[in-house]
């Protein structure tokens, strides 16, 4: 099993507050090619929020983008990441169960990272 955050690069920002400026701000230094899917998502979750007449659909939203973050600001993890969701698609079964266990642990790792460590 491997360690989320063994990347010894650290992370190339702090971590955001999970606020609308700073989410933005670090999605546009991390992962600028999302920001059209930051904003999409954005307009979902305000859209829904209205709907439903609740806030709960933008602290989902925050949450969601706050632990996209938290995977990006560390080069390494998100390298990991990546190839991982890549080997999903593998033809070899044993390829692609270690690939969903990978993506599963470092997504895990970076939501409880989000919700305070």
């Known amino acids: 099993m491997t360690t989320p955050y063994a990347d010894g690069n650290g992370p190339v920002i702090p971590r955001p ?3 609308l400026p700073a989410l933005r701000e670090a999605v546009a230094t991390v992962a600028p090619s999302r920001l059209p ?3 999409e ?3 979902k979750a305000f859209v829904r929020a209205g709907d439903e007449d609740s806030v709960v659909p933008i602290r989902i939203f925050y949450r969601q983008w706050g632990v996209v973050v938290e995977i990006e600001r560390h080069p390494e ?3 990991r990441l990546h190839t ?3 080997a999903i698609n593998d033809p070899d079964p044993t390829v692609r169960e270690r690939a ?3 993506a599963g642990e470092i997504v ?3 939501h ?3 919700a305070g460590g």
């Open 17 to 19: 507050e999970l606020t």
């Open 37 to 39: 899917e930051f904003f």
């Open 41 to 43: 998502d954005l307009q």
């Open 77 to 79: 993890t998100a390298r």
């Open 84 to 86: 991982a969701e890549q």
């Open 100 to 102: 969903v266990q990978e």
């Open 108 to 110: 895990r790792a970076a």
């Open 112 to 114: 409880r990272e989000v």
